[in-house]
């Protein structure tokens, strides 16, 4: 097991849900934080954080826009001295459906595209060179969804059928007709997973993807109108415990999985299981340190 | 549904698979409204051409006028694409500017080209093809998801997003929604990646065939099926299969 204690990290969209959880959990194992968010309540994040006994410093910007990508990044370097981990998170979701009209499209476009692939892509091409530069490794964990890894596919089907939502029917790909746009920019993610964990396997920085069900977050409950029901809630995923796997998973190190998109759908538990097998990539070319 | 009558809209008809699928479809008693940024288009015999930019939103509605205006829209086939290396370790200005130039024409294009066709579709049901590549389909080669493409690789598999929500969507209306994942088809694209834009020995002889690509367009019309990739690959009988579950039919 690999200790976090000392190492840097970059968490976006932190001001609130899995972001501020991931953050806090961090934190909680002596990792040194740089949070952004859109959200001014970003701020109050990294203060919480410094209260817990690490560095931390805060930005309020928009992923999408390059330059807010790299003022996070270079102000985590000089702050810190290095970038271990980053925690491409930030998302957001709104509705779109194929017969809008182009000008809803291309806004929407803008902001789910814009948030969700390429603010990942900035930020992974922001840190890229300095962990490479820095020749010691690093973490990049990109946040996706469960629609691209329903409980019947790719990986596996759910062991505990009779326990499981999705037990009478191997559920199907996607979020439904008005995901058009958040399903796309989320099943992009696997071109960078597979891209960049291929090209920086040789330098033992690991890329591997959380693939979120629902999970008791501000997007959630945005998505019912900030008022769900008490079932509701009760049935969903508790960030706390989805930020404890990715504690568990930056342990494992760089002998650890690459590569991989790891599930987290409600009905299973929320912990960090086994490594599945390799579908889309050979799996000697993303072995960490092999090539190096 | 017959096709014969209807109105085809293909993006990147200059050549290659765009040019071979507008000639299918003309074959097929189609009126093809065929569009690409290379003024070649207008030489591919028995379609109209058009010179337009599927990455610009006034080229877009020209054409979507254009084709309204020769009949009844039936079919939209999303081929048009770039390519091009993005490796890692780029500087910064030419990440940035890689993602425009990958993503404005093989994601927003496709989006706005689809957006603007599809309340036509919707009249009396209709097709629309999105051409994507083998890399999201299960490996059977060590040749997918290259490290030095990251932008294009994640700009085809965004397109599963777009396949599978439009058909669940569209169903309604009758129109059928595919994905068609290409592995090495003997293209341009293809040809210029290689020194001379010609392929090498051992590739030529086994590389796929447009031609056959487009057979396989049809056979996905013809089958009523929606909401699938279909994957082509070298060395493999270029065929549609056998129906699989639901679950699996964008992931293979």
């Not at chain 1, 840097?8 to 909680?28: D, E, F, P, R």
């Not at chain 1, 020749?135 to 089907?157: L, S």
């Not at chain 2, 003997?186 to 010609?198: A, H, I, K, Q, V």
């Not at chain 2, 929606?226 to 060395?235: H, K, Q």
Request: net charge negative; glycine share 10%.
């Amino acid at each position: 097991m690999v200790k976090l204690k000392g190492k840097n990290a970059i968490v976006t969209g932190a001001a609130v849900g899995l972001g501020s959880s991931y953050a806090k959990a961090l934190a909680q194992e002596g990792v040194n934080v740089a949070v952004c968010d859109l959200r001014d309540e970003v701020h109050e994040v990294a203060e919480s954080l410094r209260a817990m006994g690490v560095n931390a410093v805060s930005y309020q910007g928009d992923v999408s826009d390059p330059d807010h990508v790299r003022a996070v990044v270079d102000g985590a370097r000089e702050a810190f001295g290095s970038i271990d981990i980053l925690v491409n998170n930030a998302g957001v979701w709104g509705a779109s459906v194929a017969d809008d009209d182009l000008d809803k499209s291309i806004a929407d476009y803008d902001q789910i595209v814009g948030t969700n692939l390429k603010g990942e892509y900035l930020f992974g091409r922001a840190v890229m060179p300095i962990m490479i530069e820095q020749g010691t490794g690093g973490e990049i964990v990109n946040i996706a969804t469960d629609h691209m890894v329903t409980c019947g596919t790719p990986y596996f089907c759910c062991p505990k059928l009779e326990t499981c939502p999705w037990g009478d029917s191997p559920r199907p790909t996607g979020g439904g007709d008005a995901m058009d746009l958040y399903d796309a920019s989320k099943w992009g993610l696997n071109g960078f997973l597979y891209g960049w964990a291929k090209a920086l396997a040789p330098h033992n920085i690991r890329v591997n993807a959380f693939c979120m069900g629902a999970t008791d977050s501000n997007m959630l409950r945005g998505f019912h109108n900030f008022d769900p029901s008490e079932e509701e809630v009760a049935s969903w995923m508790r960030a706390e415990d989805n930020a404890q796997a990715m504690i568990d998973m930056l342990q494992e190190g760089p002998s650890g999985r690459n590569a991989q998109n790891v599930n987290f759908c409600m009905g299973r538990p929320v912990r960090l299981e086994p490594a599945h097998d390799h579908l889309y990539v050979v799996p000697e070319q993303v072995r960490v340190g092999e090539a190096s | 549904m017959s096709l014969s009558g209807k109105v085809a809209i293909v993006s990147g008809a200059a050549d290659g698979l765009g040019k071979a699928f507008a000639l299918r479809l003309a074959q097929e008693g189609c009126k093809v409204l065929g569009f690409d940024v290379r003024k070649e288009v207008l030489d591919v015999p028995g379609i109209t051409g058009m010179v337009a930019d599927v990455s610009k939103r006034g080229d877009v509605e020209s054409v979507v006028e254009k084709a309204s205006g020769m009949g009844e829209i039936g079919v939209l086939v999303n081929n048009a694409g770039t390519w091009k290396k993005t490796p890692v370790d780029s500087p910064w200005q030419q990440a940035i500017d890689d993602w425009d130039f990958i993503m404005d024409t093989n994601l927003k294009g496709v989006l706005m080209l689809s957006r603007a066709v599809v309340p036509f579709l919707q009249k009396d049901g209709g097709h629309i093809i999105n051409l994507s590549t083998y890399y999201v389909l299960p490996a059977k080669s060590d040749g997918t998801n290259q490290p030095d493409t990251d932008l294009y690789n994640a700009s085809k598999w965004a397109l599963n997003g777009f396949t599978d929500a439009w058909a669940d969507y569209l169903e309604k209306d009758n129109v059928k929604v595919n994905g068609m994942c290409m592995g090495a088809t003997d293209t341009p694209m293809l040809r210029g990646l290689f020194p001379t834009n010609e392929l090498p020995a051992e590739m030529a002889a086994v590389v796929m065939k447009a031609e056959d690509i487009a057979e396989q367009m049809m056979d996905i019309i013809a089958s009523g099926r929606t909401g699938e990739n279909f994957g082509a690959w070298v060395g493999e009988e270029i065929t549609i299969g056998e129906q699989p579950p639901l679950h699996k039919r964008i992931t293979g």
